[in-house]
């Protein structure tokens, strides 16, 4: 299995943006589906976003408009531009595989806040 790597976390205001990157230890072209997660305190981790490898993707209703995920099969990448963020939106942002028993990474914070 690939092991992921997330950064790009940080604190930024209300409004304002922040790009996520996953970096994976191995090829990820043969993942079909790659994807964002998000855990924020005391509530359980949800799916954000998803992007296959036929150039599909897809955002969870509470980000539509606002995050896009893209990857990078040649670079072993998955990114997240998130823009208009929101003190709801903070959390910590995970990157996997969608695939059974994938492992997760380390995660990387995000806090909004003024």
């Known amino acids: 299995q690939v092991q992921l790597v997330e950064s790009g976390g940080g604190l930024v205001q209300p409004g304002g943006s922040l790009r996520l990157s996953c970096t994976a230890s191995?090829?990820?072209?043969?993942?079909?589906?790659m994807a964002w997660y998000r855990e924020a305190s005391g509530k359980q981790r949800e799916l954000v976003a998803t992007?296959?490898?036929?150039?599909?993707?897809s955002s969870a209703d509470s980000v539509k408009g606002r995050f896009t995920i893209a990857r990078d099969n040649a670079k072993n990448a998955v990114y997240l531009q998130m823009s208009s963020l929101k003190p709801e939106d903070a959390g910590v942002y995970y990157c996997?595989?969608?695939?059974?028993?994938?492992?997760w990474g380390q995660g990387t914070q995000i806090a909004v806040s003024s």
């Open positions: 996997r595989a969608r695939l059974p028993g994938a492992n």
């Open positions: 191995g090829s990820i072209s043969g993942i079909f589906v």
């Open positions: 992007a296959t490898s036929d150039g599909g993707r």
